[in-house]
């Protein structure tokens, strides 16, 4: 039996946030072929990550060799997949509205599919934000909880 996928691979590099990641993966500036090397440079991730996106279907590199090439159509393709999974998105969600883009109506489809399910996950994450909210205010309402009970244990103390 195949061990499950490393979940490393699966997520952008720990402590990437989208903004830096955004920042870090500009334009190509006129470069068609990147090397594994590049890529991994460029979007802070590992071969290995790139091999797992790979088998998932989600890059298709070219083979030269033992040397995998990676065409612009990967790259953006690879900095769509990283920015779906700092939002929420599995890599499987990622997949299906990449490959919609295959549908040769201009995008259109992938675009209105997108659009759904990019609205559907805003509601999600302010759902989640709001549970956040609530679990931050009881944490600092138990940590001035805690302080009070820890001042009145130090002012008994110091009368002892």
Known sequence: MRPGPDPELAVPPPGVTLAELLARTGTAAGKDVFSIREMTREFGVTARALRFYEEKGLLAPK????????SRRDRSRLRLVLMG?????????????????ELGDGGVTQMKVARTKYREQIGRLHAQKSDIDTAIDELERAITV???RLAGIGASASKD
């Open 146 to 148: 805690i302080d009070g």
């Open 63 to 70: 083979r030269q060799g033992q040397d995998r090439l990676y």
């Open 85 to 101: 999974k700092c939002v929420g998105f599995s890599l499987e969600e990622v997949k299906a509205m990449l490959d919609l883009y």
